[in-house]
T-cell receptor
């Protein structure tokens, strides 16, 4: 089976740093994606990791350890608009590259 | 440029009715996916097309669900004899080639009464 775990909810303060963890056990691995989803809207792409290590992209960074089945998303200098659900997804399937999603982490940024 | 579009954005159906949900992917995108997202959950894979070929339909929950992409662009997800448990947001996503990031449409929120 496929299993992706991430915390259900997190709260952080504007201007601070927050780390959202994701662990996975999947049959196959083509890469790991992080998406942001505001309520009632489409998921939007944040980052992609296929090799171990840290990928930095502005205020957002994502880390991957394939041997540990572990990733995290790091958000710096939090803004109120960062309040959203953050979805960890693993791409599997040789020809399909379908995404297996976690349940999402609902982040609330407080003033 | 235009992103992925879906129609209708909202659909209310009576139990037992058939519904058809449309997806217009980004022009030229080879890969097209359908996902189902229940409230408070992450999206769940339904089916995948590479051009007009449906290569994976392992996520379709029952034979009441059917998807097509006859000309390799627009896709339709059809649900026959809708049930209350079909109520969810149906998301369509496309990518330029298999393995690249998927761009999602706004979804169709289906409510079955």
């Amino acid at each position: 089976g496929q299993n992706i775990d991430q915390p259900t909810e997190m709260t952080a303060t504007e201007g601070a740093i927050v780390q959202i963890n994701c662990t996975y056990q999947t049959s196959g691995f083509n890469g790991l994606f992080w998406y942001q989803q505001h309520a009632g809207e489409a998921p939007t792409f944040l980052s992609y990791n296929v090799l171990d290590g840290l990928e930095e992209k502005g205020r957002f960074s994502s880390f991957l350890s394939r041997s540990k089945g572990y990733s995290y998303l790091l958000l710096k200098e939090l803004q109120m608009k960062d309040s959203a659900s953050y979805l960890c997804a693993v791409s599997i399937g040789g020809a399909t590259n379908k995404l297996i999603f976690g349940t999402g982490t609902l982040l609330a940024v407080q003033p | 440029g235009a992103g992925v579009s879906q129609s209708p954005r909202y659909k209310v159906a009576k139990r037992g009715q058939d519904v058809a949900l449309r997806c217009d992917p980004i022009s030229g995108h080879v890969s097209l996916f359908w996902y189902q997202q229940a409230l408070g959950q992450g999206p769940e894979f339904l089916t995948y097309f590479q051009n007009e070929a449906q290569l994976d339909k392992s996520g379709l929950p029952s034979d009441r669900f059917f998807a097509e992409r006859p000309e390799g662009s627009v896709s339709t997800l059809k649900i026959q004899r809708t049930q209350q448990e079909d109520s969810a947001v149906y998301l369509c996503a496309s990518s330029s080639t298999p393995g690249n990031e998927q761009f999602f449409g706004p979804g169709t929120r289906l409510t079955v009464l």
